[in-house]
């Protein structure tokens, strides 16, 4: 039965299952480092981090529902050819081959491993045991997607704050120290590089891919206007980056704070579990163990479901249940790599396609203004793609000092955003000839009719 409108509660449970599919481990461990990072500097750091970890995950959203659909559809404004190869890279970068896997990982070396002995993890068969288990629950729950807003919005993310909240409240009421002086880069760039930090997160390129998960929500509840669907959508997503935004200070807020407690730590994961101890003694580290285990089986259960989507379109003789199958089953063989190796592998391709996703949904907001002229698209992405290459192939450890050198002029280059300025540029570019092709094509169409007339 057709809807006109969803309930103010309905839209609010599939806000909270896109804040659930965003907040994974990663999110977790970011904000307290960059909190101990950057000390007194803190909030100036979190703002530069709440614009590119919240800021853009929300633009990403709103660009595929405005799109009409899903990720193929905005990517195919470049070319047909380009929106079926992108799209699949994409989904399987973040999905199968990386994303899904890492979230059994992370889980595991957070949730489990500090409860083993060192010996009984040495031959690998805990992190076997434990994947069969993490991806045979994400195959359960990812299995009937009518019921995904229920499992993941009514259940698991109410657990996942109230784990998140006995820790931050407990922080507050009894901080661990004051925040310290800033480190590194944090004290004369804070903004910048908490900037950049969020840019790193990548949960740009997991908005393209939750869309199809949130729009199908809202279409399974009987919403079928493309406006009515498109304005749900931007208010789940508000709704899941206050949510993001609250929990990124607050932990920056516990990273900044606890120096003086536990000290410097080398990462995130280990600043937020010595924090947890200190709080809540050996409880603290059950408790996010927890948090770190609903965050990453909402995600990977996110993922599934959105790549189970994508590619039972794309292969309409293979099931959506036999796709969840297979690709829990693949990413459960992906995860006893190791986490080290599966960011030794991927990271150089999300770095690659990431900037191309952005540059795609900021200039899905002027389509119209630009009246969606494919030259802009092809303009400002191919500059953008030919030095994101460059720095994936640096991030992979090759030689690519030549074309480092030659680029390193461009502003921000060596931050590793330099394709901003030549993707601006190129769309321009790429506009000016859109246009010239335009008036081209009209003068030699009244010649013609002139012609005729005559």
């Not at 709103?62 to 193929?72: M, N």
């Not at 079926?84 to 989904?91: H, N």
């Not at 789940?236 to 516990?254: D, K, R, T």
């Not at 280990?270 to 609903?294: C, P, V």
Request: net charge positive.
């Amino acid at each position: 039965m057709e809807k006109k409108a969803l309930s103010s509660r309905e839209i609010f449970t599939i806000g909270l299952m896109l804040f659930a599919l965003f907040l994974g481990a990663g999110n977790m461990i970011f904000p307290p480092f960059l909190g101990q990072e950057a000390g007194r500097h803190v909030w100036h750091g979190i703002f530069g981090f709440l614009i590119t970890g919240v800021g853009l995950p929300l633009l990403g959203v709103i660009s595929i529902a405005k799109s009409g659909g899903d990720l193929q559809t905005l990517s195919s404004r470049v070319h047909p050819v380009y929106g079926l190869i992108f799209t699949a890279i994409m989904y399987l970068a973040i999905g199968p081959f990386f994303g899904i896997p890492r979230t059994g990982t992370v889980s595991f070396e957070i949730g489990v491993l500090p409860y083993l002995p060192e010996d009984v993890n040495a031959n690998g068969l805990p992190l076997f045991i434990y994947s069969i288990v993490f991806f045979a629950l994400t195959a359960w729950l990812s299995m009937n997607p009518s019921k995904l807003v229920d499992r993941i919005g009514k259940f698991l993310t109410p657990a996942l704050i109230i784990i998140l909240a006995v820790l931050v409240i407990k922080s507050f009421v009894t901080p661990m120290g004051q925040p310290l002086a800033p480190r590194g880069p944090y004290v004369d760039g804070p903004f910048f590089k908490g900037f950049i930090e969020g840019y790193l997160t990548m949960d740009t390129i997991a908005a393209l891919v939750f869309g199809i998960v949130v729009i199908s929500s809202i279409k399974e509840k009987g919403i079928t206007n493309k406006s009515t669907v498109a304005k749900t959508c931007i208010y789940a997503g508000l709704i899941a980056a206050s949510g993001l935004a609250l929990v990124y200070l607050s932990l920056a807020h516990i990273g900044a704070t606890s120096t003086q407690s536990i000290g410097i730590q080398d990462n995130g994961g280990a600043l937020l579990s010595a924090a947890a101890k200190h709080l809540y003694g050996d409880a603290g580290t059950l408790i996010l163990g927890l948090a770190i285990t609903f965050a990453c089986i909402t995600t990977s259960v996110g993922l599934v479901s959105s790549c189970a989507k994508y590619f039972a379109k794309i292969f309409p003789k293979m099931s959506y249940k036999l796709l969840v199958i297979i690709l829990s089953l693949f990413s459960m063989v992906i995860s006893n790599i190791g986490l080290t190796q599966l960011i030794n592998v991927s990271l150089p391709v999300l770095i690659i396609i990431y900037p191309l996703a952005i540059v795609m949904i900021i200039l899905s907001f002027f389509h119209n203004q630009f009246r969606g002229y494919r030259a802009v698209y092809v303009g400002a992405l191919i500059p953008t793609g030919i030095i994101s290459i460059i720095d994936g192939l640096k991030t992979a450890n090759l030689d690519v000092s030549f074309f480092t050198e030659k680029l390193a002029f461009l502003p921000l280059f060596n931050e590793g955003i330099g394709w901003i300025v030549p993707a601006a540029a190129g769309a321009v570019l790429g506009l000016i000839i859109a246009v010239s092709r335009r008036h081209t094509a009209h003068a030699a169409v009244n010649s013609t009719t002139k012609e005729k007339a005559a």
